[in-house]
């Protein structure tokens, strides 16, 4: 069976410090793989999808960026987070329904 | 306009009602159509696919139209359990691409 692996569950960073989020799928191959963000009490933003490795487009204009360096992996940076950045990430896979791994909340202090 | 849009709600029901969701979307291409859960702080979880016959799972009922793009999900006999935000999920293609989320309708269910 296919299962996502998120990581960390939260994280508090400092203004202007790096992020970098994690996200691995096993038990299938060449998933279309997705970042999301959803600020407190609202929608999921689509941030990053990815078809294939290396392959990375961007919904919205942003201070993150996503890699594909493997099949199942996905990750999700910033060089300099800003206090906008808080939120709970949701790393993503799927074929026709999506799954999510179980998110990482982030607060920039 | 949202590529898919929800009432945000929320719908406050008492134990034992019945309640129903709608969920516009504006790409006529959109191919497959789903109906998620999220609780307070975890992420969405798959509720279940919404069919072009229709579909039910349980006290669980979706539809599809086509015709005027929108989809439905209907709970029957309400629990305090099924308190959530329900989210409508679109996408365009066969192999996942592109899936989009509406914002979540927040179901209340109370003794």
């Known amino acids: 069976s296919q299962t996502i692996h998120q990581w960390p569950a939260t994280l508090v960073q400092p203004v202007g410090s790096p992020l970098s989020l994690e996200c691995t799928v096993e038990g299938t191959s060449n998933p279309n793989l997705y970042w999301y963000r959803q600020a407190a009490g609202r929608g999921l933003q689509l941030l990053f999808y990815s078809v294939g490795i290396g392959q990375i487009s961007s919904e919205v204009p942003q201070n993150l960026s996503a890699s594909r360096p493997q099949d199942r992996q996905f990750i999700l940076s910033s060089k300099k987070l800003l206090l906008s950045d808080s939120g709970f990430y949701l790393c993503a896979w799927s074929r026709a329904e999506a799954f999510f791994g179980q998110g990482t909340r982030l607060t920039v202090v | ?111």
């Open chain 2, 1 to 111: 306009r949202k590529e898919v849009e929800q009432d945000p709600g929320p719908f406050n029901v008492p134990e034992g009602a019945t309640v129903a969701f709608n969920c516009t979307y504006s790409n006529s291409a959109s191919q497959s159509f789903f109906w998620y859960r999220q609780d307070c702080r975890k992420e969405p979880k798959l509720l279940m696919s919404v069919y072009s016959s229709g579909n039910e799972d349980g006290r669980f009922t979706a539809q599809l139209n086509r015709a005027s793009q929108y989809i439905s999900l209907l709970i029957r006999d309400s629990k305090l359990s099924d308190s959530a935000t329900y989210l409508c999920v679109v996408n365009k293609g066969t192999g996942g691409f592109k899936t989009i989320f509406g914002a979540g309708t927040r179901l209340f269910v109370k003794a």
